[in-house]
Nanobody, 127 residues
């Protein structure tokens, strides 16, 4: 059973940066992809970025391209999300997710494609 723990959220001014981290443990050999989603108040969970566990191929939502960078630290079994040029509309709870199976195309953007989830970390961007 894979456990995911996010950290790094907080309050930041618009235009600033934050770096989120997700630590994976317990059966990481079974992970195929890891991703970040976010969910604002009253909104559906939204895909942000994804990285293939083995090849490190990355994918981003349109809102994240050019501002967000997802990366993986092999030695520590962590996945980071570097967020730059933050906007007020980026405020949300950010969740780390992991899938056991290969997720490609539009499937990678669907929350139900992922098997494990962290508890979330809150990001608030003040305008």
């Amino acid at each position: 059973q894979v456990q995911l723990v996010e950290s790094g959220g907080g309050l930041v001014q618009a235009g600033g940066s934050l770096r989120l981290s997700c630590a994976a443990s317990g059966g990481t050999f079974s992970i195929s992809s890891m991703a970040w989603f976010r969910q604002g108040p009253g909104k559906e969970r939204e895909f942000v970025a994804r990285i293939s566990w083995g090849s490190r191929i990355t994918n981003y939502s349109d809102s994240g391209k050019g501002r967000y960078t997802i990366s993986r630290d092999n030695a520590r079994n962590t996945v980071q999300l570097q967020m730059n040029s933050l906007k007020h509309k980026d405020s949300a709870d950010y969740y780390c997710a992991a899938s056991k199976t290969v997720v490609t195309g539009w499937t990678m953007t669907r929350a139900n494609a992922y098997d494990y989830w962290g508890q979330g970390t809150q990001v608030t961007v003040s305008s």
